[in-house]
């Protein structure tokens, strides 16, 4: 059981960080969801900017040591969701660039939308 809510904490790891990246797009069709992305967003970007690490990864590593799993497996989830949020080659210069992608792409959103007449 342990490894499947592993693989869910992954799955919504994930989640949260296209959320965090694109979901300002969401306020093209709920304007409220801005009050959930905007923090989200500011959160991405200093948990790159400062190197933290984002309490779901200490989270899905315990249930993965609780289930025995010493590595990932070479499922779906292993194969293709894990290096997305577990880079090998990942530095301190590369999460800055990466939490400057976010700040970039979210100020496009936000610029466009407000442009549009569709700020929240």
Do not use: S
């Amino acid at each position: 059981m342990y490894p499947l809510l592993a693989d869910l904490v992954l799955i919504v790891h994930l989640t949260f960080v296209v959320f965090v990246l694109c979901g300002g797009l969401l306020v093209l069709k709920w304007r409220w969801t801005a009050w959930l992305h905007l923090p989200a967003a500011v959160w991405g970007a200093v948990v790159e900017f400062t190197g933290w690490i984002c309490p779901l990864t200490p989270l899905e590593n315990w249930l993965r040591a609780q289930g025995g799993e010493a590595t990932y497996a070479r499922d779906f989830v292993g194969r293709y969701l894990l290096p997305i949020l577990y880079p090998d080659a990942l530095t301190p210069d590369i999460q800055v660039m990466l939490g400057a992608l976010v700040l970039v792409v979210n100020l496009m959103i936000y610029g466009w939308l407000w442009r549009a007449g569709r700020w929240p």
